[in-house]
């Protein structure tokens, strides 16, 4: 079945940087849309950033400007591209992909997270 693998993620510093990047460990021929998800601390779940399949993204209004989306839909590859970082964006960060065409049917599939610690 289709795998989702996430990397990048790490301790890092106010102010910091990282790019997590998530890929498929199976042959997929469409994914309609791609998105980062966090979980905090706390538990709760919120999405951080959504790629459609023509481009277009959407962010969470506290990552604006911070953060950005991108996709490759031949590789079929999402990156987020994260500076600036702040404490509140600790968090286990999960790929999260919508409509994904196999030759089996579509359906949607996520990973399994990779963590993420904004601290001094």
């Known amino acids: 079945q289709v795998q989702l693998v996430e990397s990048g993620g790490g301790l890092v510093q106010p102010g910091g940087s990282l790019r997590l990047s998530c890929a498929a460990s199976?042959?997929?021929?469409?994914?309609?849309?791609m998105a980062w998800y966090r979980e905090t601390p706390e538990k709760q779940r919120e999405l951080v950033a959504i790629?459609?399949?023509?481009?277009?993204?959407n962010y969470l209004d506290s990552v604006k400007g911070r953060f950005t989306i991108s996709r490759d839909n031949a590789k079929n590859t999402v990156n987020l591209q994260m500076n600036s970082l702040k404490p509140e964006d600790t968090a286990v960060y999960y790929c999260?992909?919508?409509?994904?065409?196999?030759?089996?049917?579509?359906?949607?599939?996520w990973g399994k997270g990779t963590r993420v610690t904004v601290s001094s």
């Open positions: 199976v042959s997929i021929f469409a994914i309609h849309k």
């Open positions: 999260n992909a919508v409509g994904v065409l196999t030759v089996k049917g579509m359906y949607d599939y």
């Open positions: 790629v459609a399949l023509d481009g277009d993204t």
